[in-house]
């Protein structure tokens, strides 16, 4: 009897706004496609011929469009980490020209310490929602690089099934 792990529930789709919703709904349904890509069972739950024969065909296509996807993912870090830096970088510089003008003395200056913290403190949700949005982005790209290590790894069972069919099959020829 198959016991359900607890786990966070993934809202429906049509109420999907936070970035860690949208992750949590693209890892799910991510692995939700490797359990149907790797279940080799047949109706006897075991695989025979006809299930490692597909699986093999279909194991470089899988394959590819995994680190098809895993480059997307990176592209969408690239791109969240630059919203980012580009956001902070000109409020860091706002800050810091209204809280070290010129007339004030530079032993008086804020540190870069305080204006990093000003910074979070007077834009604390546009700070949270781009920060947050790099963090799961971040997230993804790690996702896919370990579903794509867990492929990998489907490929050397896969090749074990394979050389125990070969061996049945010679066994069962010789008998």
């Known amino acids: 009897m198959e016991e359900k792990i607890k786990t966070r529930t993934i809202p429906k789709k049509d109420n999907i706004s936070s970035p860690e919703d949208r992750l949590l709904?693209?890892?799910e349904s991510q692995i939700n496609k490797m359990k149907k890509y790797t279940d080799l069972g047949n109706s006897d739950g075991i695989p025979g011929f006809y299930e490692l024969n597909q699986a093999l065909m279909e194991f470089t296509t899988i394959q590819s469009s995994l680190i098809s996807m895993g480059v997307i993912a990176k592209i969408e870090y690239d791109k969240a980490t630059e919203a980012f830096k580009d956001w902070y970088s000109e409020k860091?510089?706002?800050t810091r020209e209204r809280l070290n003008p010129p007339s004030l003395a530079g032993s008086k200056w804020a540190s870069q310490t305080e204006i990093d913290a000003y910074i979070r403190r007077e834009n604390r949700t546009e700070y949270g929602r781009l920060h947050k949005e790099m963090?799961?982005?971040?997230?993804?790209?790690?996702?896919?690089?370990?579903?794509?290590?867990?492929?990998?790894?489907?490929s050397l069972i896969l090749n074990r099934l394979c050389k125990n069919v070969e061996t049945e099959m010679a066994v069962t020829a010789t008998n």
């Open 25 to 27: 709904e693209y890892v």
């Open 92 to 94: 860091y510089v706002e």
């Open 135 to 154: 963090v799961c982005a971040e997230m993804k790209v790690d996702a896919m690089r370990r579903i794509q290590d867990s492929w990998n790894t489907y």
